[in-house]
């Protein structure tokens, strides 16, 4: 659809008829993708409703969309939710981070004792966001990759923009990329990495852990459509992490599947944790934007900063 706006023409790579939006099959498409990618906001104000059958429930939901149900009981330990969230999405319970109306839910309470649900204040009918820490840095590693890399779509050789934004809580500081390489002596992006024989690009980008500037608190890497239309069109959209030092050693990977009908996708955080140490969250939270227009995607990562991620 953007590309038909844009251009005035059909974007099959084969086809250079005039095409425009008020077209009865492109009208007939754009409803259906409506319907298909609503776009909800992660954040849970609303007052908890009653389900149709009357049993309480709680939803725990992580960002790319996957979530699962289960009965509501109060008296139920944080750890033990844990618990049924490692048999449900196989994430280690001691690499879950769950948050409950922008807080995070503690396993303990002051006293020592296990918190249960109506100790941190979750309310039946509700849901509880779990974001999933990748990887804790040890503190004797400084020079670190991040390396984000995608499949080349059906038409052949494309990019994508691998960046890299910088914030002070949820103020935003900087950003690197491929035309910004170097906004600061802590960060370093490598530019197009193209492999034609295996139909592969990636870009990397160099983290000096130790000369960050002391304010910066987080750093969110993302990919984004720089021609294409949305971002789904290209397979295997992935992210690898290593020590620069050692890079045939993957200290964590993780691919995405799901960026549907968006330009951009936001990979991964590196954040400070409470007691100083870097520690990396996986995401994949779909948002807009890209690098014509960075507004939406730093929005939506501010929004995620402000709700506890």
């Known amino acids: 659809?953007?590309?038909?706006?844009?251009?005035?023409?059909?974007?099959?790579?084969?086809?250079?008829?005039?095409?425009?939006?008020?077209?009865?099959?492109?009208?007939?498409?754009?409803?259906?993708?409506?319907?298909?990618?609503?776009?909800?906001?992660?954040?849970?104000?609303?007052?908890?409703?009653?389900?149709?059958?009357?049993?309480?429930?709680?939803?725990?939901?992580?960002?790319?969309?996957?979530?699962?149900?289960?009965?509501?009981?109060?008296?139920?330990?944080?750890?033990?939710?844990?618990?049924?969230?490692?048999?449900?999405?196989?994430?280690?319970?001691?690499?879950?981070?769950l948050l409950y109306r922008e807080k995070k839910l503690k396993d303990h309470l002051k006293n020592g004792l296990r918190a249960r649900l109506s100790d941190v204040g979750v309310q039946p009918n509700s849901t509880i966001l779990l974001v999933v820490l990748l990887v804790a840095i040890p503190e004797n590693i400084n020079d670190v990759v991040f390396d984000l890399n995608w499949g080349y779509p059906s038409h052949g050789r494309d990019f994508l923009d691998?960046?890299?934004?910088?914030?002070?809580?949820?103020?935003?500081?900087?950003?690197?990329?491929?035309?910004?390489?170097?906004?600061?002596?802590?960060?370093?992006?490598?530019?197009?990495?193209?492999?034609?024989?295996?139909?592969?690009?990636?870009?990397?980008?160099?983290?000096?852990?130790?000369?960050?500037?002391?304010?910066?608190?987080?750093?969110?890497f993302t990919l984004s459509a720089y021609k294409s239309p949305i971002i789904s069109r290209f397979p295997n959209t992935s992210l690898q992490f290593y020590e620069a030092a050692n890079p045939s050693k993957d200290l964590c990977k993780t691919t995405f599947h799901h960026a549907g009908a968006f330009q951009a996708v936001i990979m991964c955080s590196l954040s400070r944790g409470e007691y100083g140490k870097w520690e990396i969250f996986e995401f994949g939270k779909c948002s807009e934007g890209n690098e014509e227009n960075y507004e939406p995607l730093i929005t939506t990562i501010r929004s995620l900063i402000d709700q506890g991620f």
């Open 162 to 220: 691998a960046t890299c934004f910088m914030f002070n809580g949820s103020t935003y500081y900087c950003l690197c990329n491929f035309k910004i390489k170097a906004p600061c002596d802590a960060i370093r992006h490598s530019g197009d990495v193209m492999d034609d024989e295996h139909k592969k690009g990636h870009h990397t980008m160099n983290v000096s852990l130790k000369d960050l500037p002391p304010t910066v608190t987080h750093l969110f």
């Open 1 to 97: 659809m953007k590309a038909v706006e844009e251009t005035s023409k059909c974007p099959h790579p084969d086809c250079n008829q005039h095409a425009t939006l008020k077209d009865p099959t492109l009208q007939f498409f754009k409803a259906i993708l409506d319907d298909m990618f609503k776009v909800y906001d992660v954040t849970d104000h609303c007052s908890p409703s009653t389900p149709p059958n009357g049993k309480d429930v709680l939803t725990v939901s992580l960002l790319t969309g996957q979530s699962f149900t289960l009965p509501f009981d109060q008296n139920m330990e944080v750890l033990d939710l844990k618990l049924r969230v490692q048999n449900e999405f196989k994430h280690n319970v001691n690499k879950q981070k």
